[in-house]
């Protein structure tokens, strides 16, 4: 590994050393496999040592296990417990007939015998909480960790109440949370539904509810890695920036990594190209890095919940990969005329929108209040099927 102009961060009470610029797997299935494992080991030759992987389907954990195996001991893996592969598509789950296989397939793919980081799975409500806390799934998460097949105990969320509830636990040593401009204007709630909606009228600064529990990680010593830095892409884009202007990828990654008890942004990487993207940050100027001013100049802006493509809205009964119609569908509409590439990207996939059954399954597991059947039935007349 190539660790030269990278910086390393502790990642709070870990005392794991990472890179403050990360690898977000998620899309890694979407490529040939060959392909993906040689991104993984180009990130590693730029200095990239964590890498998150909370996809539950064969595919992605083979490529992240081939392309780590040669070096496993120089990376950090983010495990997901609770990411679950059933029938074909991803289940969250706390069942640990389903948990305990998952898991173990993770393990096995992976390779070592062990994971770096074994994240509580995605905790965003009440209600998630309660079905992990308390239960044999939590007693299982603590078994794998006094066993030493888990190293230290993580947890994902995208609610700050969620995650200050974690910080307290005691045991939860780092958390995997969502942080960007946008989002930090959000008011902490139980109806996540919100959390892309209403920044109408003049932003008014960070919530003190994330605020607060950026400090209180801090003081706790628990880690923070980031996720949805980039909102989706949606703040490359003036058009769908809430703040009315776009930002950069340096200023981007430069808000998160100013949060305390940040250790490192989580960056999706398609191309070699983008991870060197990512990378020069560290080579940026201080002038580069500034998102003060996009921020202070914004104009008034009204923005209502859209796609981030995080694929939580999984298990779709007609077996849709909803992430991926969303994300041709946007790409498509950003442009005067359909373009022939992404029209047979769309057409690809396994089943497009056109066999949406409206149940709306997905609409209730998504932590954005993306109105998805709606979403369906416009991309299917859009591409036609």
Same mark, same amino acid.
């Given at each position: 590994?190539?660790?030269?102009?990278?910086?390393?961060?502790?990642?709070?009470?870990?005392?794991?050393?990472?890179?403050?610029?990360?690898?977000?797997?998620?899309?890694?299935?979407?490529?040939?496999?060959?392909?993906?494992?040689?991104?993984?080991?180009?990130?590693?030759?730029?200095?990239?040592?964590?890498?998150?992987?909370?996809?539950?389907?064969?595919?992605?954990?083979?490529?992240i296990g081939e392309g780590i195996r040669e070096c496993r001991g120089e990376w950090?893996?983010?495990?997901?417990?609770?990411?679950?592969?059933?029938?074909?598509?991803?289940?969250?789950?706390?069942?640990?007939?389903?948990?305990?296989?998952?898991?173990?397939?993770?393990?096995?793919?992976?390779?070592?015998?062990?994971?770096?980081?074994?994240?509580?799975?995605?905790?965003?409500?009440?209600?998630?909480?309660?079905?992990?806390?308390?239960?044999?799934?939590?007693?299982?998460?603590?078994?794998?960790?006094?066993?030493g097949i888990i190293r230290h105990i993580g947890l994902s969320t995208h609610n700050?109440?969620?995650?200050?509830?974690?910080?307290?636990?005691?045991?939860?040593?780092?958390?995997?949370?969502?942080?960007?401009?946008?989002?930090?204007?959000?008011?902490?709630?139980?109806?996540?539904?919100?959390?892309?909606?209403?920044?109408?009228?003049?932003?008014?600064?960070?919530?003190?509810?994330?605020?607060?529990?950026?400090?209180?990680?801090?003081?706790?010593?628990?880690?923070?890695?980031?996720?949805?830095?980039?909102?989706?892409?949606?703040?490359?884009?003036?058009?769908?920036?809430?703040?009315?202007?776009a930002f950069t990828a340096p200023q981007l990654i430069h808000y998160s990594l +100013?949060?305390?008890?940040? /250790?490192?942004?989580?960056? #999706?990487?398609?191309?070699? %190209?983008?991870?060197?993207? @990512?990378? $020069?940050?560290?080579?940026?100027?201080?002038?580069?890095?500034?998102?003060?001013?996009?921020?202070?100049?914004?104009?008034?802006?009204?923005?209502?919940?859209?796609?981030?493509?995080?694929?939580?809205?999984?298990?779709?009964?007609?077996?849709?990969?909803?992430?991926?119609?969303?994300?041709?569908?946007?790409?498509?509409?950003?442009?005067?005329?359909?373009?022939?590439?992404?029209?047979?990207?769309?057409?690809?996939?396994?089943?497009?929108?056109?066999?949406?059954?409206? +149940?709306?399954?997905?609409? /209730?597991?998504?932590?954005? #209040?993306?109105?998805?059947? %709606?979403?369906?039935?416009? @991309?299917? $007349?859009?591409?036609?099927?």
């Amino acid at each position: 590994m190539n660790t030269e102009g990278m910086t390393y961060r502790r990642l709070g009470r870990t005392d794991l050393q990472v890179s403050e610029i990360g690898f977000g797997g998620e899309w890694l299935e979407r490529h040939p496999r060959e392909e993906s494992v040689e991104l993984i080991r180009y990130a590693h030759n730029r200095g990239i040592n964590l890498i998150d992987c909370w996809m539950p389907d064969p595919k992605s954990r083979d490529i992240i296990g081939e392309g780590i195996r040669e070096c496993r001991g120089e990376w950090f893996v983010q495990g997901h417990i609770g990411s679950t592969w059933q029938d074909g598509q991803y289940v969250r789950s706390r069942d640990l007939r389903s948990v305990v296989p998952a898991f173990e397939d993770l393990l096995r793919r992976i390779g070592g015998g062990y994971i770096d980081l074994g994240m509580i799975h995605y905790i965003d409500s009440e209600a998630d909480w309660n079905a992990a806390m308390g239960t044999d799934y939590i007693r299982y998460v603590h078994e794998l960790h006094e066993a030493g097949i888990i190293r230290h105990i993580g947890l994902s969320t995208h609610n700050p109440v969620m995650a200050r509830r974690a910080v307290e636990t005691g045991f939860v040593e780092m958390i995997l949370f969502s942080i960007n401009p946008a989002f930090d204007m959000r008011p902490a709630t139980d109806d996540l539904d919100s959390l892309f909606t209403g920044y109408e009228g003049a932003f008014s600064g960070i919530d003190p509810e994330r605020s607060a529990l950026y400090r209180l990680c801090e003081e706790r010593d628990v880690g923070i890695t980031v996720m949805k830095g980039f909102f989706g892409g949606r703040l490359f884009n003036e058009a769908t920036s809430p703040f009315g202007t776009a930002f950069t990828a340096p200023q981007l990654i430069h808000y998160s990594l +100013c949060k305390p008890a940040v /250790a490192s942004i989580l960056c #999706g990487y398609d191309t070699k %190209e983008q991870v060197d993207a @990512a990378v $020069a940050y560290e080579t940026s100027d201080d002038a580069e890095k500034d998102f003060s001013g996009v921020i202070a100049s914004a104009p008034l802006h009204a923005y209502s919940g859209q796609c981030t493509y995080c694929g939580h809205c999984r298990p779709c009964p007609a077996n849709i990969d909803i992430a991926m119609v969303n994300k041709f569908y946007d790409l498509a509409v950003q442009q005067p005329a359909v373009p022939e590439s992404v029209r047979e990207h769309y057409l690809a996939l396994e089943q497009t929108a056109s066999r949406c059954i409206g +149940c709306r399954g997905c609409e /209730a597991r998504c932590p954005f #209040g993306v109105k998805i059947a %709606e979403r369906m039935q416009k @991309a299917a $007349a859009l591409f036609g099927r």
